[in-house]
């Protein structure tokens, strides 16, 4: 099985990256990145939301989003992976240039590559749970099958 790894924004699978300059609009606001949407989300309906939202750069708001000073939203541990799908369905579906790039991968495994996150990466190593990866291939997945969206036990 061909495997793609990516991590940073730049490169041929930049847009990969929740940190490459592509907009969305979700919740009836344009977010400049899926990484400002996704941290913002954290805080949904409370004024760090728009801070979030406004953050000049991705890695400031992922900044402002790990940010333990601001109260996170109680089931965030219950709806984390459904914004990241949301976010990232939006990206490939809005952003029309992207979804040639995501279509041709194929069936390959795609992998978020890097040490620095256990969760939404592979951990460097293979032994990280690759969420990000998972949700792309889920998304390629429903992009082929004519879906624009996730219904509730699909693509899960």
């Known amino acids: ?3 793609i790894n990516f991590y940073t924004s730049d490169g041929e699978f930049g847009c990969f990256s929740n ?8 919740k009836g606001k ?15 309906g409370t004024e760090h939301e728009e801070e ?3 953050a000049k750069k991705p890695l400031k708001a992922a900044s402002m989003g ?5 109260p996170l939203r109680k089931d965030w541990e219950a709806v984390i992976d459904d914004i990241m799908r949301e976010a990232v369905m939006a990206k490939f579906t809005q952003n029309k240039e992207l979804k040639p790039v995501l279509l041709n991968t194929g069936a390959a495994l795609l992998v978020e ?3 620095n996150d256990r969760y ?7 032994s990280g749970k690759n969420m990000l990866g998972i949700i792309l291939m889920e998304v390629r997945e429903a992009i082929v099958a004519g879906k624009s969206r996730f ?6």
Do not use: C
């Open 1 to 3: 099985m061909k495997v």
């Open 19 to 26: 940190f490459s300059r592509h907009s969305i609009f979700l």
């Open 30 to 44: 344009s977010w400049p990145t899926t990484e400002h949407y996704f941290q913002a989300q954290k805080f949904a």
């Open 52 to 54: 979030i939202r406004y």
């Open 66 to 70: 790990r940010d333990r000073n601001r």
């Open 113 to 115: 590559h890097t040490a």
């Open 120 to 126: 939404w990466a592979d951990g460097g190593d293979g």
């Open 151 to 156: 219904e509730k036990g699909q693509y899960l």
